[in-house]
């Protein structure tokens, strides 16, 4: 295990710190990429209690608790530090400690889940966003936060820490009840009604593509970004 590795990537962009010492199941993903709503569908496929709530913006905003938790990698550790090299390294103990189990969501195209995430946060009200090809934060987010992320699932494999990595199109397009399943299998818990949680996810992404188009009407998620 390399204890000193810290990630590598630079963004112009200003971000706060987030410290979260991680549950028995945990979350790590980008903004807008359903980090939120995941809380609340595991909380319900597995019986976990949680604090929760949805906005008219279809916005989940979920509590971490002992049971299940979550949050963002922070791209720019040396302006904005998340954690130190020795607190990265103590996160991942205590997840070791904890038995945590951690459900990685990645994103290929992040122009269409920052934006997403911006309009749910208000950011974009009585805007039209940007083209992909202008907009300058999708292009400093588009290899640094791709990388983060597989970063991080290279480190819980090399720390041996149970892992599920997914793609944002897979768990919300393309391959739904097998990222559910993905996900029961690496926790140990077999689900008998998987149908009620791909038609949740269903219903959820029809919601969010129908609120993304009312600030660009020809936008897409890319999978090839």
């Not at 991942?92 to 951690?102: E, G, P």
């Not at 969501?105 to 202008?134: C, F, H, M, Q, V």
């Not at 997914?166 to 739904?176: G, K, P, S, T, V």
């Amino acid at each position: 295990m390399n204890k000193s590795k810290v990630l590598p990537q630079k963004t112009e962009l200003d971000m706060k710190p987030a410290r979260v010492d991680p549950a028995r199941l945990h979350i790590i993903y980008p903004g807008g990429a359903g980090g939120n709503f995941m809380m609340k569908l595991l909380s319900d496929m597995f019986d976990i209690p949680i604090q929760s709530r949805v906005t008219e913006r279809n916005e989940y905003i979920s509590q971490d608790n002992k049971f299940i938790s979550h949050n963002h990698l922070w791209l720019n550790w040396k302006e904005y530090p998340q954690l130190s090299a020795k607190e990265w390294s103590d996160f991942l103990l205590y997840a070791i400690n904890r038995q945590s189990t951690f459900i990685i969501i990645n994103s290929r195209d992040p122009y269409y889940t920052i934006s997403l995430g911006a309009i749910k946060n208000g950011e974009w009200e009585g805007k039209t966003l940007p083209d992909r090809t202008d907009d300058y934060h999708a292009h400093k987010w588009r290899k640094g936060s791709i990388r983060s992320y597989l970063w991080a699932r290279n480190e819980l494999k090399e720390w041996k820490i149970p892992h599920v990595y997914l793609e944002y199109h897979d768990l919300f397009y393309d391959a739904i009840e097998e990222s559910l399943q993905q996900i029961c299998t690496q926790v140990g818990i077999q689900v008998d009604n998987l149908d009620k949680y791909v038609k949740m996810i269903n219903e959820y992404t029809t919601i969010n593509d129908e609120l993304i188009k009312r600030y660009k009407s020809d936008i897409y998620f890319s999978r090839y970004s």
